[in-house]
Each structure stands twice: as C-alpha cells, then as structure tokens.
C-alpha cells in the first residue's frame, strides 16, 4: 500500500527523483530490487523519500552513524520513525523503523517484536550481504538494496567434469558422464540475492553536478606487492602479508615522506591495512610533531569514535588513520587528501576508502581531493572516478572462475639442472637435489627515497571555480584572491618542486614568471566580476607579489 505525504521542505534532484521511480517501476514485477547510488548522489535522502510512500517500512543499517543519519534525514521531511538499538525493548506507532540488522534478527528470532505486515524493507550498504537472515523473516515484504558498490569479494564453490565440462553443485562423479569432477569457484553475483538492479548517475556527472569533487591522483608503489599473499577464506591479501610489506620501516617512511611532499596541511584520511601498521605509521606521524589520531576496533588511544570525527572535521591539517572503519557513513566533507597505504584485491574496499574524499563542501575551498595510493590499487582497478558497467557486474560479477587446486606460477621455481618444478620456499630441486646459486646483492634503490608522482595533469587554478565558491561564501574579492594564493601553492606542491628547484628559479626570474602567468589570467577575472562583492582592488603587480610571498611561505 502507498501513502501519498505531501512535504515540500525538501526537493529532490532530477536523478534522485529518477531512481526513485525506476525503483518503484521494478517493484511492479520484482520483488527485490538493489538500487546502486554513488558516493554523494544522496542514497539516504532517496530511500528515505520513498519509504514516505508506504504504510510501514524497515530501514536496516549495520554501523550507529548510519542510524543516526537515517533518522535525522526522516526526521527533516517529516516521517514518524523509530531507531530500533540494543536499548529498545517496544515498538512505537510510527510508519518508519531504523534498525541495527543483529538487533532487530535477535528480537525476531526471539518473538520479541511482531511488526505485523510490512511493505517494504530497506537494506543501507546491502554488499555487505548481513541482511538475509533478516529477509526471511518478511517474505511478503518487497526488498530494497541500497549500495555505492554492488559486489561482494566472496566466491561461490561448484563443480565441473574435466571430460565433458558439466557442471554441478556438489562433488563426487559427474551426473551426465560419471568422471570425476574437480573443484572450481566462481564470483558471487548481487543476482543471486535480488532480482533486479536500478544504476543511479556515475561519478562523472555527480563531479558536474557539483556533488563530487575529482581526485588528483598519485601513484607509487612503496612496497613490494610481489611479497603479498591471498587470503582465500576472505578473497583479499592476508594480514600478515600485508604487515610484512606494509610494516617496514622503508614503508612507513614513505609514508610519512608522501604527505609531507604532497597533503601537508590538508585535513587527511590515511587507510592502514592492520592495526600494527597503524600504530606504526602514528607513531612516525607524532614522532614527527604532527597533529595525528588513529582509530581502530582493537588498537587505538582514541576510543570515543564520535568525538574523534568531530575532532577530524573541526581540525584543519588534521590526520586520521583507520583500519577497516570509515569506509562507510562517515560524512565528513571536508577530507582533502586520501592515502591508500595498503594493497587490496576487493574493488568495493578502494572505492569506498577513495569516495571518502569525494564529498563537495563549502566549508572550504575544495576543487578537488588528493588521492596517493602506495598500494598498486589504480593500476589494479583504475581511476575512482571511472565509469563502470554496474549492471553487469550485479549479473556476472567481476573475475574470473577458476579450479581451487591450481600451479601459481609466480610461486613455484624451474629446476636449472632437470627441470622439475617445485615451490620456491624449498632451498633446493627435491628431483635431483640441485640447489640455485643465490642472487648477487646489488644496491637497491631505497624506497623511501621515493615519492608518488602525478598521475594526469593537475589543472591550474579556476576563476569560475573561485568566484562561484567565493559569491557561496558570501565574501569578497579579497577572500577570493586568498583562495587564489592557495591555488598557487598547490601547483608546486603537486608538481613536487623541490627546494633547490625553487631556489634555482627564482634566482632566474623564472619563478616569477610561472606565477605571473597562473595568476593574471584569474585576477581580471576576479577584478571584473559582478557576482561577488567589491573589496579593495589591488593592482596586479602586488596581487603577483603577495602570490610569491606564499609560496616562499610553504618553501620557508
């Protein structure tokens, strides 16, 4: 049954409204639908407004913050709800529940809390794949997926004849020509749990929206990804593989050496593969006199999470490592640099880790976030904000099938002397007893002597860009040209101008002419603008000079 609520203090984006009807569209002959939404499409203003069309509905979240956004959102167009946490004991009247997915399945299982029919039930963050069991126990309902990312990394077992390459779900002899079957896997499918998907705008157009903000992306392998191992139990690199490449202290230097080169002073987001990494890469941050916190579910001397967030969103430079946290419902837009400091084989993890950059806001200048990833990860999926063909991932998943008894090649060893091969962990051939000479030493570029370079061009800075963020802030041209200085200095901080670089140019009276160039062209732009409010007009000449002033300021 639909209601119809007539609140108008809130109006949806045309793709928001878009996706709801396509949602409801489904909904006439399927009875799950997942609904893909990117980071800043608005996903929790969309699931919200459509549960404002049913009788009842279950919103079911798996972190607090999310309760807490579902109910503020529902609570900002006027819908009646109830947060269902460990504390509550009985149900309100009210159209709409929030509920934490395990306390909501123990009260069910128990027969604590009889919901009567339900129309719809919601899944926030449904990739997770924790919202089945509850499922079970609305059979009636229509089921509703909600996810940034429609893929899990886990992969479904079957079995196949070698002969005649049938296949089947369980082992033993083939049932069409009775050889003995092997045994494969395949990626899971988000198919295989609802039954159809609606795709919401790509990043691209959410960037031209002005939802989102591009990436500049930098890129260096500061590890050894050779070293890294798969876990098969969770399809990604095991921990302690990860800690061996990622807990060095080459490692954690380049670490350190990254930021310092090309995110000080941005408010950062560091993504740790483990909390021994964490802690040692807060350790070399703090040793280093830099406003740092960490947090992590086992690990950390900041224990109040939500204080920590207000901390990091109120704090400019300030720097937050985590550890699996913060990837989702974490809505602090004013994150300027990403660091990817692990390795990952899981294309939701990178997506979600990198979109915590890509919030707009106008609480500070932010054209665009800074993205360093140590870990191989763009190279291994591309750009965050590349377009991918959801639809077919959500049918066909993403990888390859194949046989759970395979040769790695990459870890097993040729025989020089009779060419039998075996793993490369034994020191010698067990064939023929042969043992390979060892490696020369050679010297080794050290690693934290490296740091990432730019993946595509950084554009120069934006008039339109300043003066519509200006004109935002309700400021003036001075405000504008403080921007501006900004802009300047970070076209030396991403292009890594060492110091001896600066010094040598502007000794040349290079320097002066590179700035000059950069800032003439924005200056008219600002000088000549209606939008934004009159101010102090400055000639050119010193607009120039107080441009160098700060990057002799960053150099300094």
């Known amino acids: 049954m639909e209601v119809e609520n007539d609140v108008k203090e809130f109006k949806l984006f045309p793709y928001q409204e878009k996706l709801i009807d396509e949602v409801v569209g489904k909904f006439a002959t399927k009875k799950r639908v997942l609904m893909q939404a990117d980071t800043g499409a608005g996903k929790t203003f969309c699931f919200s407004f459509l549960a404002r069309r049913y009788s009842k509905v279950i919103i079911l979240c798996h972190r607090q913050e999310l309760i807490t956004q579902t109910i503020d959102t529902l609570r900002a167009i006027n819908v009646r709800c109830q947060a269902i946490t460990s504390r509550v004991r009985k149900l309100e009247s009210v159209q709409v529940y929030v509920a934490m997915v395990d306390t909501i399945y123990n ?95 790509p990043i691209g157009e959410l960037i031209e929206f002005g939802q989102l903000v591009p990436e500049v992306p930098f890129a260096i392998p500061w590890g050894d990804n050779s070293k890294l191992k798969i876990d098969n139990r969770k399809g990604d690199y095991s921990t302690a593989s990860l800690n061996d490449v990622y807990g060095s202290e080459e490692a954690s230097m380049d ?104 919030r707009s806001t106008d609480e500070i200048y932010k054209p665009n976030f800074t993205l360093i990833d140590g870990g191989g990860n763009i190279d291994r999926f591309g750009m965050w904000s590349d377009e991918l063909d959801w639809k077919d991932i959500f049918f066909n998943g993403k990888g390859d099938d194949a046989p759970k008894k395979k040769i790695d090649l990459e870890d097993v060893d040729v025989c020089e002397n009779c060419g039998y091969m075996y793993p490369k962990r034994t020191k010698s051939c067990p064939e023929c007893g042969f043992a390979p000479p060892a490696p020369e030493v050679t010297d080794e570029l050290d690693l934290s002597d490296k740091v990432a370079e730019p993946i595509r061009r950084i554009p120069p800075p934006s008039a339109r860009a300043i ?90």
């Not at 000088?527 to 000639?539: L, V, Y």
Request: charged share 25%; aromatic share 12%.
């Open 107 to 201: 009260r069910l299982e128990k027969g604590v809390f009889d919901f009567g029919h339900v129309d719809l039930v919601v899944a926030d963050e449904c990739h997770i794949l924790k919202f089945n069991k509850v499922f079970e126990f609305f059979p009636m309902s229509n089921i509703l997926g909600v996810t940034a990312t429609p893929i899990n990394d886990k992969r479904v077992t079957y079995f196949k004849c070698p002969i005649c390459k049938y296949e089947q779900d369980k082992g033993g002899r083939c049932e069409h020509c009775q050889n003995e079957t092997d045994e494969w896997s395949r990626p899971f499918t988000m198919s295989e749990v609802y039954d159809d998907i609606v795709v919401g705008p």
């Open 255 to 358: 670490v350190l050496k990254n930021y310092l080169h090309i995110a000080k002073g941005k408010r950062t987001l560091v993504f740790n593969p483990s909390t021994k990494v964490n802690q040692i890469i807060y350790d070399q941050f703090k040793s280093e006199g830099l406003n740092v916190r960490m947090y992590d579910l086992t690990n950390t001397p900041d224990a109040n999470r939500a204080s920590l967030v207000d901390w990091f969103k109120n704090t400019d430079g300030a720097i937050l490592l985590s550890v699996g946290v913060f990837t989702t419902g974490f809505d602090a837009r004013t994150v300027e640099a990403i660091i990817l400091n692990r390795a990952t084989l899981s294309l939701s993890l990178f997506r979600q880790m990198v979109g915590r950059g890509g």
């Open 467 to 556: 003066i519509s963020y200006t004109k935002r802030q309700n400021e003036g041209k001075a405000f504008a040209f403080r921007v501006l200085f900004g802009c300047v200095v970070d076209m030396f901080r991403y292009y890594r101008v060492d110091k001896e670089q600066y010094e040598r140019s502007k000794q040349s009276g290079e320097l002066k002419r590179k700035v000059s160039d950069m800032v003439r062209p924005v200056y008219f732009s600002i000088i000549n603008s209606t939008e934004i409010k009159e101010g102090a007009n400055r000639r050119l000449p010193t607009i120039i000079d107080m441009a160098l002033d700060k990057v002799e300021e960053f150099y300094s």
